[in-house]
Antibody, heavy 121, light 110 residues
């Protein structure tokens, strides 16, 4: 059974940093791209970024709203994906979901339960 | 940047057919995916690549995509189908490629 478990969320002040983790199980983690999608309270879904599998270079893509501030990485030996968030803004407040991609990088077939990040002074 | 437009809400009686649209410029040339999100839960993929269903998704869920509109059709609607539905594409046409979600449609079962 595929499971994705996010951790690391919480309350953080504007301008500070936070790192989220996504621990995966139930599939060969290294074979798939992993993505992060967020949802502000009462709002819709917003893509944050993804990291391709090592077979496709392990490269990353980001939404314009987070590019230069957020970094996605992966540790295939531990089956963990990370989202490093720097220079956080109040508008980054959201539930952050980790997702697994299907064979196409941008189709998300499994989602974690999400972790809430609140950026506030 | 590419924009996907969904109606904010759709209402349907149990047993009837619900159609949720997703509009975008020449969306028929893209692969469209649909997600269902119930309150307090993570989204679930219900249709991918315009019209394919993941395993475990009922045949009542189907999709189509042509021209400037993609459609998610839910036949024989049940109370348990009440949820928010989001369409999604990959946009490679702009100067900043990325994943795009529609604004979401709240399906109400009367």
């Amino acid at each position: 059974e595929v499971q994705l478990v996010e951790s690391g969320g919480g309350l953080v002040q504007p301008g500070r940093s936070l790192r989220l983790s996504c621990t995966a199980s139930g599939f060969t983690f290294g074979d798939y791209a992993m993505s992060w999608v967020r949802q502000a309270p009462g709002k819709g879904l917003e893509w944050v970024g993804f990291i391709r599998s090592k077979a496709y270079g392990g490269t990353t893509e980001y939404a314009a709203s987070v590019k230069g501030r957020f970094t996605i990485s992966r540790d295939d030996s531990k089956s963990i994906a990370y989202l490093q968030m720097n220079s956080l803004k109040t508008e980054d407040t959201a539930v952050y979901y980790c997702t697994k991609s299907v064979t196409t990088v941008t189709t998300f077939d499994y989602w974690g339960q999400g972790t809430l990040v609140t950026v506030s002074s | 940047s590419y924009v996907l437009t969904q109606p904010p809400s759709v209402s349907v009686a149990p047993g009837q057919t619900a159609r949720i649209t997703c509009g975008g410029n020449n969306i028929g040339s893209k692969s469209v995916h649909w997600y269902q999100q119930k309150p307090g839960q993570a989204p679930v993929l219900v249709v991918y690549d315009d019209s394919d269903r993941p395993s475990g998704i009922p045949e009542r869920f189907s999709g189509s995509n042509s021209g400037n509109t993609a459609t998610l059709t839910i036949s024989r609607v049940e109370a348990g189908d009440e949820a928010d539905y989001y369409c999604q594409v990959w946009d490679s046409s702009s100067d900043h490629p990325g994943v795009v979600f529609g604004g979401g449609t709240k399906l109400t079962v009367l």
